[in-house]
Nanobody, 122 residues
């Protein structure tokens, strides 16, 4: 059974930065894509970023391009999300997810973390 644990959330002022981490355990990290999603209060969960196993491919939601950066350290079974120039509307719970396929769709991911709260004050 795969376990994903996010950390790094918190309260930050608009324009600030946070770095989220997600550690995977339970089996090998090998050959799995990792994604980040977020969910604001009263809204559906939305795609933020994804990275493949070999670090050769990343994709981002249009709303975060140029400000967020996804990376991973396969030796540590960890994926990161560096978030810069944060906006109040980006407040929500941020989740990492893992799947054998490289996909933007939350419905495709089989494993999810419990989420970490990010609050951006104006």
């Amino acid at each position: 059974q795969v376990q994903l644990v996010e950390s790094g959330g918190g309260l930050v002022q608009a324009g600030g930065s946070l770095r989220l981490s997600c550690v995977a355990s339970g089996r090998t990290f090998f050959n799995y894509a990792m994604g980040w999603f977020r969910q604001a209060p009263g809204k559906e969960r939305e795609f933020v970023a994804v990275i493949n196993w070999s670090l050769s491919r990343t994709d981002y939601a249009d709303s975060v391009k140029g400000r967020f950066s996804i990376s991973r350290d396969n030796a540590k079974n960890t994926v990161y999300l560096q978030m810069n120039s944060l906006k109040p509307e980006e407040t929500g719970v941020y989740y990492c997810a893992e799947d054998q396929y490289y996909t933007f769709s939350s419905q495709q991911y089989n494993y999810w973390g419990q989420g970490t709260q990010v609050t951006v004050s104006s």
